[in-house]
């Protein structure tokens, strides 16, 4: 079996949706599934205004096609709202083709913090949009209960869950000795990890007054405002791999200061690690962390912080055992395929009542 997955995101960039779509991916062919990737590597590309490590796409309605005609795929998933996700979701509704999508991105928060603009322009408008492009999917697909809700009662239609995973392979408790004696680093370290950019929430983190190293990994495009503004806070810049597996093992607390995340994979990779979770009780985290032990989550993001050292670090490791990207593929490969076949199947009843009640209208015109 073949699924084409369209997404705007893409290597070289580093984000939750590259790594969901990469990790699914990879254990979907354990399942035998093949999962095409068409993405921006496949373009010509031009920056993103205020993001240029995100390369949006240039590309037309027949190179779209080509590449459908090419892929012979069983199934369609766009992953993305950008330029790809339009052109794909374009070209699959002039053929008739059914497909599926995903949300990832609350694109009316992120806006809402960026543009002085009346609320109906950076919200209404926008959830309107996104409302518009998901309306044609058989099936949307939603990281969490609390945006699945939120999105059927903004409207959405055909809203299903698609949880999360992680490499617990990869980001483990053991390494923290390692760890512990390559970050130089004042106890207690506080870690946050992912794209330093205005919605990420993250001064309030950095103004916290919290005892030894507030540490930041990753990169964007309020790096450099950030760092000039709290130069007692470590900026060490994006990380991935067996380094950023050596970092998270190294922290004692993990922060996640974001409010709009639909998710947040690094809540899993921490606590993988053996960190314990401080946040603010928003969507993402009360979804992920729920009562577990394995976090707090306040209004008053120091107390979080500050508790969360007390926490039992195996207990952490315990959580995030339980969530792994094999069962993160196997959903969506379920919610993918029972979409397409589903919409077809809808389809095809449609046909056989339009081609009895044109039967009936020539019957009755004969009989006249």
Not at 201 to 213: R, V, Y
Not at 224 to 244: I, N, W
Not at 321 to 330: Q, S, Y
Not at 333 to 342: D, K, N
Request: with cysteine; proline share 6%; hydrophobic share 45%.
């Amino acid at each position: 079996m073949k699924i084409l997955v369209a997404t705007d995101a893409w290597q070289p960039q580093v984000n939750g949706v590259v790594r969901t779509l990469g990790h699914m991916a990879y254990e979907a062919r354990a399942l035998g599934v093949d999962i095409d990737i068409l993405s921006p590597l496949e373009f010509h590309t031009l920056p993103m205004p205020g993001y240029p490590e995100i390369r949006l796409a240039l590309t037309g309605p027949g190179d779209i096609e080509r590449r459908l005609d090419r892929a012979r795929a069983d199934a369609v998933h766009i992953a993305t709202e950008g330029p790809i996700g339009h052109a794909v979701r374009r070209v699959c509704r002039k053929r008739g083709m059914p497909f599926t999508t995903s949300f990832h991105t609350r694109f009316p928060d992120y806006l809402a913090g960026r543009l002085p603009l009346p609320e109906r322009w950076t919200t209404d408008l926008t959830w309107a949009w996104l409302r518009r492009f998901h309306a044609p999917s058989a099936a949307v697909l939603a990281a969490t209960p609390t945006l699945r809700q939120e999105l059927i009662e903004r409207g959405f239609n055909n809203v299903k869950l698609w949880s999360r995973g992680v490499d617990a392979h990869l980001y483990r408790p053991d390494r923290r000795q390692k760890s512990q004696n390559a970050l130089d680093l004042p106890r207690s370290i506080f870690l946050t990890v992912g794209r330093v950019a205005v919605e990420k929430n993250l001064e309030a983190f950095l103004k916290l007054d919290l005892p030894g190293t507030r540490l930041v990994v990753g990169d964007g495009p309020a790096r450099e405002h950030l760092a000039a503004a709290y130069p007692d806070a470590v900026f060490a810049g994006a990380k991935q791999g067996e380094e950023l597996a050596d970092i998270y093992a190294s922290a004692d607390v993990f922060v996640f200061p974001s409010r709009t995340d639909t998710f947040g994979l690094v809540l899993l990779e921490a606590l993988a690690s053996g960190v314990p979770v401080a946040a603010f009780p928003a969507a993402a985290p009360r979804d992920v962390i729920g009562d577990a032990p394995v976090g707090r989550l306040n209004e008053d993001l120091r107390l979080a912080c500050l508790e969360a050292l007390e926490l039992d670090r195996a207990a952490c490791r315990a959580f995030a055992e339980g969530l792994t990207w094999e069962a993160c593929a196997r959903t969506f490969i379920q919610h993918v395929t029972e979409g397409a076949r589903a919409w077809r199947e809808k389809k095809s009843r449609a046909e056989r009542l339009k081609t009895l009640f044109l039967s009936a209208r020539q019957n009755r015109q004969a009989a006249l």
